[in-house]
């Protein structure tokens, strides 16, 4: 009856083993039946397993990084010693009195069954956030870091070992979070610390997969800069007219729909390379992958098919994948099946970047911030809506022609938009 | 049945958890409703802190009078005769505090707006209760209700508290008469508190206890001053024994009570006036209907689960202080109190306290705050140890507060300085608590304390010293 032993449960179809991201406890934890007890990551989504029981935790197995397989033992408990050592009281343990003397028996729970872990791999649990008592803070620094909604382990503390001030919570919160504490309150402090953080989970699966794109795929990248004023004109005019079920119209829209118009004249850059094999599978199907920061790194959430959508379906697909991605509810089917990928860091944008291809796709193209600029136009300066967009192409399939003939097409679809509704 | 009141917030029991909840909800604009079947004040206002405090303070004050009545008298004075306790009188003085201190607990509560209805309550369903008061039933509906029930002596079966030879801890502040000898069962906190205080009254004071050590909370050096207080000062204490029950002896007048315990395989026994039953305390979970209100126990079903902003299962109903787990201290139940009101008038609130101080008002007093040096060790931090003893403290010294061999002790993370725990041990040290807890909630280091000037001359500068010593350069001690 004592002892319970917890195998790593089928968390997902197909899934035959998983990496452990973190673990909630350590051998000698008192848990309760639902409490969070391990972080187990499989290919895109990592899933927080709860406690099948109220025990003792009495073993572990798996360090964190490594792969466990489905049912291969995972942590054994003792349920019944939780029962005994929780039911003398910690603060005046009073032995006299014989257990079964008790006045008011407190009776060991009978271990309940096996607990599923949380059903599907689509709805991981958050990993509980980080309490807010272990960062050094004085109790009112708490208090209006609670009431501001902002979660101190985020904070940078300037103060000596690291204790947040109120300067470091007025400039967090002065900077929406971009600044993340106040300068040191002594210049004069070296930082001599080295902080070593193990690559494990996505982090690894993200290094991993950049090593493979990076390392094999030749790239070369190409910039173009785009007047957008007229699509800019056009997107004011259909958001203001939305209705409230309808998301609000971003570029990106517009731009998966100008590529998957023009994909079939271009469709060298749609495209799989299979090097390995020596094959390229060409794609009729535009789907295409939105490189996605979460919480927990880099995510591409796939919006299949746009060659069969309008502007508010596409905006409404990439708004449902990407908060899919963010909130860790993406399904593997909304994480996979990417024909082309668009990276765009929105209000980051920047001027230009050199994207790193999604292997095993064939191009990538970035879109930066639009801005309004001073450009000449028939001898005359005026000011125009100016958005720069860069892009990548795996050059052992694709030529620098043919590249550059994608992305210039794509700029007279953007320029004039009317001909991506044609 | 008669009227069904409603209301924002109704609190279960007015202890120092459900007074201080009801106060802070009705300042916030809420309508409150407070229900105490006893006196508001709770066990520790009527039956515990406050009186047995209140009969330490008088044990001590005879304790001083005893030394100056003796031969060659002390500190240069002299009492002619010998003092004298009448108990009687002693429980009515420690009576009228505990009433005024009642009242002051009504008058705060209607002074904020907060309506105390005085009956026992019995809830029907998680957010429906009735409550029986002389005027007759009285039906409440609550938005949110906060479980303030607090907790109970516990009985031993074989032989429970008839407060006339067994006595609880509340028989115990309520003597007719000093006893000339006692046995204590249970070597906790209670029960030494209780013990001392007799013992400078004295009474034969002979404690049982089950475990190796007697106050088994605190650690081997915090507890070895108490140890030899009660060695110097006649009481016996008999560690790993077991109480096994108790008989009346005697007729009439000359009756007595016989504890018979075993220790190391044998029996024993002694014949003593009264036994004071001290071996622990369970929360008051049975009786007012908390089965019909669906909230969820902990593991082991003792408590009810709670967490960090003392929510329980179900959505409205809270729970503090003693009933909501350990540690069953008063302050603690304050301090949740008041956090639960501001929650439920919808401010961001966390029980995020970096330590829950606790004191034990033995002779010496014993403080403990934050972490031991071996509970920082086994949670893994390298730490460094300061210890300063009272016996260099000058303002000790003038109090004789240094007579009982006391220290405070300091540790604190040897890589940043930041201090994890202070504890001491050392008459007249309680007090003294407010300044370590407050370093360790505001993340102090070792230098913040260290460029704090602390008064001379002051029993708060061993703190001071303590803390240099833990850096390497005390200046009053090697």
Redesign the interface.
């Known amino acids: 009856m004592g002892k319970h032993v917890f195998k790593l449960p089928d968390i997902g179809e197909g899934v035959v083993e998983g990496e452990v991201v973190q673990w909630h406890v350590t051998a000698g934890d ?1 848990v ?1 039946e639902d409490d969070p007890i391990v972080d187990v990551m499989t290919d895109k989504a990592t899933v927080t397993i709860p406690s099948p029981v ?1 025990g003792i935790v009495t073993s572990l197995s798996g360090e964190v990084g490594e792969m466990v397989a489905v049912g291969s033992t995972l942590v054994e408990f003792d349920s019944d010693a ?2 005994a050592s ?2 003398e ?10 257990p079964e ?4 028996p ?4 009978a271990p309940e069954p096996v607990a599923e872990p949380t059903p599907t791999a689509a709805k991981p649990a958050p990993a509980p956030a980080a ?3 272990r960062v ?4 009112a620094i ?2 209006r870091a ?2 501001g ?1 902002v979660d101190l382990a985020q904070v940078r503390g300037s103060g ?4 947040v001030r109120h300067a470091d919570l007025d400039a967090y919160i002065a900077a929406d979070g971009a600044v993340t504490g106040a300068a040191p309150s002594s210049y004069s402090t070296k930082r001599t610390e080295v902080t070593e953080v193990k690559v494990v989970g996505l982090r690894r699966k993200i290094a991993e997969q950049m090593t493979i794109s990076k390392s094999t795929i030749p790239h070369f990248s190409y910039f173009e800069e785009v007047d957008v004023t007229e699509l800019e004109a056009l997107r004011q005019v259909l958001n203001s007219s939305r209705d409230e079920s309808q998301p609000k119209l971003t570029y990106l829209p517009f731009i998966m729909l100008a590529l998957s118009r023009i994909m079939p004249e271009h469709p060298e850059c749609n495209a799989h390379y299979d090097d390995q094999g020596g094959v390229v599978a060409r794609h009729g199907a535009v789907n295409i992958g939105i490189a996605t920061q979460t919480g927990r790194g880099l995510y591409v959430p796939v919006v299949k098919h746009v060659e069969a959508m309008d502007a508010w379906q596409a905006a409404a697909e990439m708004q449902r994948v990407a908060s899919a991605a963010r909130d860790g509810t993406a399904s593997l089917e909304d994480l996979t099946g990417s024909t082309f990928t668009i990276t765009s860091l929105g209000r980051d944008g920047g001027l230009g970047a050199t994207p790193i291809i999604n292997h095993p796709e064939v191009a990538i193209l970035g879109v930066h911030k639009a801005r309004e600029m001073p450009v000449v136009r028939e001898g005359q300066i005026v000011v125009r809506r100016i958005m720069n967009l860069s892009s990548s192409f795996d050059h052992r399939v694709v030529d620098g022609a043919d590249g550059a003939a994608l992305v210039q097409h794509l700029r007279r679809m953007l320029e004039h938009p009317a001909l991506i509704f044609m | 049945m008669g009227e069904t009141r409603r209301c924002d917030v109704l609190v279960v029991g007015a202890g120092p958890g459900g007074y201080v909840a009801a106060i802070r909800a009705a300042q916030l604009g809420l309508s409150t409703v407070i229900v105490e079947a006893d006196k508001a004040g709770g066990t520790c206002l009527i039956r515990g802190c406050i009186p047995s405090k209140a009969i330490i303070h008088a044990a001590e004050r005879f304790e001083h009078l005893g030394q100056h009545a003796s031969d060659g008298g002390h500190m240069g004075i002299f009492v002619d005769g010998e003092p004298k306790v009448d108990m009687a009188a002693m429980v009515s003085w420690k009576d009228s505090i505990v009433e005024r201190l009642n009242k002051g607990v009504e008058a705060l509560l209607k002074g904020a707006g907060a309506e105390l209805v005085k009956g026992w309550a019995t809830f029907e369903g998680p957010k429906r209760c009735t409550v029986e008061t002389s005027d007759g039933t009285v039906g409440i509906e609550a938005e949110n209700v906060i479980i303030a029930t607090g907790s109970s002596h516990i009985d031993l079966p074989f032989m429970p508290c008839d407060e006339e030879f067994v006595l609880s801890s509340t028989g115990a502040l309520d003597l007719e008469r000093l006893p000339k000898s006692a046995a204590i069962v249970g070597g906790g906190y209670i029960g030494l508190e209780l013990g001392c205080a007799l013992a400078k009254l004295g009474t034969e004071v002979t404690v049982v206890e089950g475990l190796d050590s007697i106050l088994a909370i605190m650690d081997a050096e915090l507890r070895r001053p108490l140890e030899i207080w009660l060695k110097k000062h006649g009481v016996s204490v008999h560690t790993n024994a077991l109480a096994r029950g108790a008989e009346i002896k005697g007729k009439g007048a000359a009756r007595k009570v016989e504890l018979t315990f075993e220790k190391g395989g044998e029996e024993q026994s002694i014949k003593v006036d009264k036994i004071l039953v001290t071996v622990g305390r369970k929360p008051n979970t049975k009786g007012w209907g908390l089965e019909n209100m669906g909230v969820r126990m902990d593991a082991a079903g003792r408590f009810i689960r709670i967490d960090r902003r003392c929510r329980t299962s179900v959505p409205g109903i809270y729970a503090i202080g003693d009933v909501a787990g350990e540690p069953m201290l008063a302050h603690k139940a304050s301090a949740q109190g008041e956090m639960v009101a501001e929650i439920i008038a919808g401010h961001e609130r966390e029980f995020d306290k970096v330590a829950i101080p606790a004191i034990v008002f033995t002779e010496p007093e014993i403080i403990s705050v934050g972490l031991t040096p071996q509970e920082a060790e086994e949670r893994g931090e390298q730490v460094i140890v300061g210890k300063f003893p009272l016996a260099a403290s000058g303002r000790a010294l003038s109090i004789e507060a240094e007579k009982t061999g006391g220290f405070v002790r300091v540790t604190a993370r040897e890589s940043d300085h930041v201090i994890l725990g202070v504890q001491a041990v050392g008459t007249h040290v309680a007090e003294m608590h407010a300044e370590f807890v407050l370093a360790l909630e505001m993340g102090a280091l070792l230098e913040d304390v260290a460029g704090t000037v602390h008064a001379h001359p002051t029993m708060s500068e061993a703190f001071h010293e303590s803390v240099l010593k833990t850096l390497g350069h005390a200046i009053h001690i090697g």
Request: no cysteine.
């Open positions: 008192a309760t109220t939780a029962a929780a039911s009281p910690e603060v005046t343990p009073e032995p006299e009195v014989e003397a008790e006045s008011s407190t009776p060991a729970p309490s807010s008592s050094l803070a004085s109790p708490r208090r609670r009431e909604g000596p070992a690291g204790r």
